[in-house]
């Protein structure tokens, strides 16, 4: 990335709003957070440094990349096992409790089916990164989309520019998806 400079405070505006982004996430660590924080300036002028060289290799190592993980997405309990004609449970630890005990009350025939949704798992400097390239070159691509473009689209104010010290990078996600699910 030689040639392109970018400040601290522009790191430090993306750094804001992969903080939040990341926090609302399902993958959100608190501590990995507060680890990256005790020493913000230094990871921030690191970070500056590698964006600044002609060294580009650190882009692919682990350290930045980081891995992946499994995280559960749902699971689904045989018919006789589920909630319906039988209870019904306001708390989900008390109905997950009954439901594997009425499992391990069978013959073993019926299992419960699980589903897992395979998620990246990366370094606080990418979530920076990324926050950055939204603010500097995604904000450019997602303007010339159109309304009907329902994805995660990024956080505009009413004049329609980005705002760097809005909280996150995108708008919530929910109501676009029933906007998207209902109209299309």
Not at 14 to 27: E, I, P
Not at 31 to 47: M, Q
Not at 122 to 150: E, P
Request: hydrophobic letters at 35%; proline letters at 3%.
């Amino acid at each position: 990335m030689s040639g392109v400079s970018f400040s601290i405070h522009d790191l430090g505006i993306a750094y804001r709003k992969a903080k939040v982004d990341f926090y609302y996430s399902s993958l959100s660590s608190l501590l990995s957070i507060a680890d990256y924080e005790e020493k913000l300036l230094d990871n921030l002028r690191s970070l500056q440094t590698r964006l600044e060289s002609d060294d580009e290799s650190w882009v692919r190592e682990d350290d930045f990349l980081g891995d992946w993980t499994l995280v559960p997405k749902s699971i689904d309990l045989p018919e006789s096992n589920s909630s319906k004609g039988s209870l019904i449970f306001s708390s989900p630890a008390e109905a997950w409790e009954h439901a594997c005990a009425s499992l391990g009350e069978r013959d073993g025939k019926e299992k419960a089916k699980a589903e897992f949704r395979l998620m990246a798992h990366v370094s606080l400097d990418f979530h920076v990164l990324s926050a950055l390239w939204m603010l500097k070159v995604g904000c450019q691509y997602d303007r010339n989309l159109t309304a009907s473009s329902y994805g995660n689209r990024l956080r505009r104010g009413e004049d329609g520019e980005i705002n760097p010290l809005s909280l996150g990078s995108l708008k919530p996600y929910l109501k676009p998806f029933r906007d998207w699910r209902d109209n299309g």
